[in-house]
């Protein structure tokens, strides 16, 4: 999996109540501010389209908390396999604790 933005969120991560927004798909994990929209920080292989036309979920981080939006394209189990990959590469490690919700419901990543 490749990692793209992680240089603009990693000074964030020392600041209390932070918030950013991520893409996730196979091919790997896109890291951004929230002033920019999911649909604009597309990266190769690797976007999210309004309607399920994009390849990639869209979610929200913040402080112990990973928010994935429903995408039609995305199972759990899908959706579980790949945060499993992510929560792996060491730049996300601060993530490997948090709650993760996909559709408002919280993933257990035992079974992956």
């Known amino acids: 999996m490749i990692i793209y933005g992680y240089d603009t969120i990693s000074s964030m991560l020392e600041l209390d109540g932070y918030q950013f ?9 896109v890291l951004f501010p929230c002033t920019t929209e999911h649909r604009d920080a597309a990266q190769p292989g ?13 979610a929200m981080v913040q402080p112990g908390r990973v928010e994935f939006r429903y995408h039609r394209q995305f199972s759990d189990q899908r959706v579980k396999q790949l945060v499993a990959r992510m929560l792996k590469l060491p730049e996300l490690d601060f993530a490997r604790e948090f709650v993760v919700t996909y559709q408002a419901r919280t993933l257990t990543l035992d079974d992956v």
């Open 21 to 29: 927004k991520m893409l996730l798909n196979e091919i790997g994990v």
């Open 46 to 58: 690797i976007h999210y389209a309004d309607d399920y036309q994009g390849n990639a979920l869209a």
